[in-house]
């Protein structure tokens, strides 16, 4: 990861300033702190609890369908399978929201390797693809312009990530 | 040099913009499919089934059912190509079971959310091709 270093050392300064308060920013402030952090914010500590309680509620319903289905109803039997495959997805959805706020978070602070940008959401790895081509010496002459042309990336970045895609936090 | 990498970023924009796209018009379908049968179901359905006529009630209920499974994946799908928080995520999800609100959430996240990705996203090589050139 050499080509992303001239990105962290352009504007180690501006980024802070240019934070926007969300804890994604605080992370890239304070990068001597663990990534995983985030977990047990109490923001995140409401969402897991809810998606603990939707999870076995979920399988409790499926439970619920089951002996309905047992005593005569036929129609629970559709319910029956439903129920337990909506928890299956909440628990995968869950596990993969986790793994996507990692490596956006990793992204803005330590980098990742190019074949990790490949399974990457696509906006995380546009930015990262464009940085590593523009930091690149063979691409531009100048060292100076490649450097500043990775700086904007990474503004181009910040704020497309923050203010608008990300949006409720 | 400059030119060829041009030319490099605008296809590769263009063609992750049209995941996104793709990404969009299959959650719109889903959302509108599932959100007329969910109308059906309970403005139709359940007064029949009160009235003393169950069937459609219940054969639309399954169909909801399974209809609101591919409307999960699809819109899941979106939400990680727009890279949504898990607020509007869990809101997009659940708009699916309730009457009427698929309609108001699909017009809530394409304001929000799509138009200014969609936006956004060309606008996003601007400023590193400019000062490239």
Known sequence: MENAAPIEGAAPTDGTDLADGTDLAAAAAAPSGPVWRFLVAPRWLGWHLLMVVSFWGMLWLGDWQLHRALSGNALSWAYTFEWPLFAGFAVVFWAKTIRDEFRLKRGETLGASSEDAESLPFGVGMVRARAAQSATPADDEDPELSAYNAYLTRLNAEVKNHGRWHGLR | ?133
């Open chain 2, 1 to 133: 040099m400059a030119g060829g990498t041009d030319c490099d970023k605008r296809s590769f924009d263009d063609q992750e913009m049209k995941v996104v796209e793709t990404a969009v018009l299959r959650y719109r379908v889903m959302a509108y499919i599932t959100g007329v049968v969910l109308v059906f179901l309970c403005f139709v359905g359940i007064p029949l089934q009160i009235a003393g006529h169950p069937a459609i009630a219940n054969n639309v209920g399954v169909v909801h059912g399974i209809l609101y499974i591919i409307y999960l994946v699809f819109a899941w799908i979106l939400s990680r190509k727009l890279q949504l928080a898990n607020k509007p995520t869990v809101i997009m999800l659940l708009a699916g079971t309730v009457p009427i609100m698929t309609f108001i959430v699909e017009r809530w996240i394409t304001r929000r959310f799509i138009s200014p990705a969609l936006a956004g996203q060309a606008k996003a090589a601007e400023p590193v091709s400019r000062s490239a050139r």
